[in-house]
């Protein structure tokens, strides 16, 4: 069993010491933490969870009908199986699933809530980042030190929604409310009720709230493509009742992955029959007298943005019963009673939801310092999507756009285990990925490429860049990155192993 030990400083100060610090205690932090218990048990870990609960995305978002968009036999953990009857499960159940894998790899006692991270500084002389924290109700700072860093803390700001400045929302007297923080006691029983925005929040509040609003009405600048499917797997139900869950669980991954793959790449390859059979089904439901044009047809191309799920043709159902619709419309100002858009129609509404999207953040916030130079990681080299060139010891877990988050968070945890294990044979303590001076001035091009959500163009100019061959990109292809992620550690040419300057 690995432990932990104090750490002393040059002032005399005691810390903490881990061999490995996790920032976060979402999705992807627990599942890091459960990978190191498995295939690395003799490192020391802690996880640092700004919040008081773990759970991410899962605990942080509480608005009606909150679900996946992504199937869980691919959004969850490639050792844990999914067994719920629905893989297009809901908010409550995917959080139960994150905390029953903690609580069966005795994650629970490795995580200090409330603490969160402001700083990290490498020093090569003792191969240690040492943390400054804040913990929650005080002004206390803290420092811990660890020989590995690993950033699970996510890629948005859980304190800042994306703000899009209202025009006049001060004159609106009912109330406006985000879906990240949303009011436990918000009634809208028989209300009118606006969603300003047209992703994937928005998508699922509208029949969410339809169930209990006396009309709900989705506000759109512009249309986003949409996709209906089952909720329940029939595949992954009928091998359960056949097979060991792990078997199940095992095969549904590996098809609804490659399906996910092959999805992708069709509607990339041909974006003009995929546009057309898209808007066809959307054409299906809703009939040909709804004006499927104006509303849902996208002028971009499929999968230049993510597509919004619709599980069990959910918001077709409410768009029909005329309990719901949609307004593709600019806001021109907001009134006492609603909200006035630029065709001159007005929107009665006693309560206004802005799904208006999320505030991209780098490393959770916190700034980096190597050596005592301020990291700038718009000036680096993204390595594979995990690491950053000329920053040691440290990962960060960025998932997929185009396809489920954790299939890319698994592959990260393996490499990064494996990494660990391979420092651990050589007594090495410091590893750090270097582009070649003959690799220095090859073309760039940003983090993520043909994707212009956004959430992330907002956001894109903070990240590292990615060069044009490996391992210095970000591909956002799964069977790219597995057979990349897997090249043996002692054969990688771009990662530089050392041990610490002073014993």
């Not at 985000?178 to 925005?197: A, S």
């Not at 999805?263 to 004006?291: H, M, N, T």
């Not at 073309?443 to 212009?452: A, G, H, L, S, V």
Request: glycine share 6%.
């Amino acid at each position: 069993m690995a432990t932990s030990s104090p750490q002393h400083s040059d002032q005399g100060i005691t810390t903490e010491h881990r061999d490995v610090i996790i920032v976060g205690a979402g999705l992807s932090g627990i599942g890091a933490a459960c990978h190191i218990t498995e295939k690395c048990p003799d490192r020391s870990f802690l996880l640092l969870e700004s919040r008081d609960a773990m759970g991410g995305t899962w605990d942080l978002f509480r608005y009606p009908g909150v679900r996946s968009d992504s199937d869980m036999h691919t959004l969850g953990y490639s050792f844990k199986p999914w067994e719920g009857a629905k893989a297009i499960a809901d908010g409550p159940s995917i959080l139960k699933y994150v905390k029953a894998t903690a609580a069966e790899s005795n994650i629970d006692q490795h995580i200090r809530y409330g603490h969160r991270l402001l700083s990290a500084s490498w020093s090569s002389e003792n191969s240690n980042w040492t943390l400054e924290i804040n913990q929650s109700g005080s002004e206390k700072i803290v420092q811990m030190t660890c020989n590995f860093l690993y950033m699970c803390s996510g890629y948005y700001s859980y304190s800042k929604p994306h703000d899009p400045t209202f025009p006049e929302v001060d004159a609106f007297k009912g109330k406006v409310v985000h879906p990240q923080f949303w009011p436990e006691d918000l009634d809208y029983q028989d209300k009118n009720v606006v969603i300003v925005g047209s992703g994937a929040t928005a998508m699922t509040l509208l029949p969410a709230m339809a169930k209990k609003a006396k009309q709900v009405t989705m506000l759109q600048r512009s249309p986003t493509y949409v996709v209906s499917r089952a909720s329940q797997d029939w595949f992954a139900n009928g091998l359960r009742k056949i097979l060991p869950a792990t078997w199940a669980y095992g095969l549904t991954r590996i098809r609804n992955t490659l399906f996910q793959e092959f999805l992708f790449k069709q509607l990339r390859k041909y974006p003009v029959v995929a546009k057309r059979f898209l808007i066809s089904q959307v054409r299906k439901q809703l009939g040909r007298d709804y004006d499927v044009d104006k509303h849902f047809t996208p002028k971009y191309n499929p999968w230049d943005q993510r597509l919004c799920l619709v599980p069990d043709d959910d918001l077709f159902e409410a768009i029909k019963s005329g309990g719901a619709n949609v307004v593709t419309d600019h806001i021109k100002r907001f009134t006492k009673t609603g909200i006035e858009l630029k065709s001159g129609e007005h929107l009665t509404a006693d309560i206004v939801v802005s799904a208006t999207g999320l505030e991209l953040e780098v490393m959770g916030g916190a700034t980096f310092s190597v050596d005592g130079e301020t990291v700038d990681f718009s000036k680096l080299t993204t390595y594979k999507g995990l690491m950053v060139s000329d920053v040691p010891n440290m990962v960060s877990t960025f998932g997929y756009v185009n396809a489920s988050w954790t299939l890319r968070a698994d592959l990260i945890s393996e490499w990064v285990c494996r990494t660990l294990n391979h420092m651990r044979k050589t007594h090495t303590s410091k590893v750090v990925p270097l582009v070649p001076d003959a690799l220095k001035d090859m073309p760039t091009q940003d983090w993520i490429t043909d994707f212009p959500a956004g959430y992330l163009k907002r956001g894109m100019h903070l990240q590292p860049r990615q060069g044009d061959r490996a391992p210095w990109v970000n591909s956002q292809d799964f069977r790219k990155e597995r057979a990349l992620f897997t090249v043996p550690i002692e054969a990688d040419d771009a990662l530089h192993f050392s041990a610490a300057q002073k014993g």
